[in-house]
Every structure is written in structure tokens, then in C-alpha cells.
């Protein structure tokens, strides 16, 4: 819910100007057929945390385009980058951190080292990918330790 909680926080903020859609955490790819088969429902992208977020956006009556499928847009606005949606690539994307990061264990070490997928080491690669342009994290410490983590200064 903190995910669906700070992207909604952000588009209240855009919305005079802007209209926003919202779509649950999604996956493509092999990762949709694993959703499908109910294999991700420890995850956002399924599951209790799945049905939470459409109850979340039904509440409060937003616009959902699930998978951003609807529309060609022209900013994504999201809260983790663990995977980047292949229909949103080549997107303007602005990462808004989440407020969590699990720590660096040995795990994250060999994600990084080894350059294996991200979510292999949960939330402490998130901001790791440089797939987006913008990176709103919640003070310069955070700022700091993204960075010592391996994220480009912008």
C-alpha cells in the first residue's frame, strides 16, 4: 500500500494539469505468466497486496489503465524499479522512493556485482537501475546512500 499511498500523493499534485491513471504493480513477460499461475502472490504484483491496491484505487474512485495499456504516455510515475515494464522503457519515468530498503546483504552484493536481475535482492537495488530521469528520494541522507549504493549523481 505504500507504493499505491505515494504515486496517488504525487498525481493529486499533477492532476490539476495532468490527467492520471493508475495501475496496480504489473509485470510482463515470463514474471506475467508466473502472476497468472498465482506464483507472485507474495508480492505486490499479486495476492492479498494486489487486492488491497484495487480496493485501494476503487475507494478513491481513480482512473485505473492496468498496465498502462490504454494510453501512450507521456510520464510514468512509479515507486520501485526492481522491474521496468518493457511498455514503459523508453517513457520519461519518475522514481518516487517508497521509504523502505532492505539491507545490503550478500545478496544485493551479488546482484550488483554480477549484474543479475534486481528483484534477486528485493528493495535494497531499488534506484539502481537508471532507467528513469528523476529519482525523488525523502532527505540528502537518502540521497547519499543511493548513491554510495551505485546510483549515478544526477
Known sequence: MN???????????????????FSPYYTDGVFELAARR???????IGGTPRQHTEQYLADHQLEV???????????????????????????KIVLVQEGMTDRETFMFHLVKGLRLPRYLASTSTNGL???YQYFCV???????LFIRKGRRAL
Open 3 to 21: 507504493q499505491t499511498k505515494i504515486v496517488h500523493a504525487v498525481a493529486r499534485q499533477l492532476e490539476v494539469d495532468h490527467a492520471c491513471y
Open 38 to 44: 498465482g506464483l507472485l502472490d507474495f508480492t505486490v
Open 65 to 91: 489503465d492496468y498496465g498502462g495499456r490504454r494510453h501512450d504516455y507521456d510520464l510514468v510515475v512509479t515507486a520501485s524499479d526492481l522491474l521496468i515494464q518493457k511498455n514503459i522503457r523508453h517513457k
Open 129 to 131: 537501475s537508471d532507467a
Open 138 to 144: 525523502a532527505s540528502a541522507g537518502y540521497r547519499d
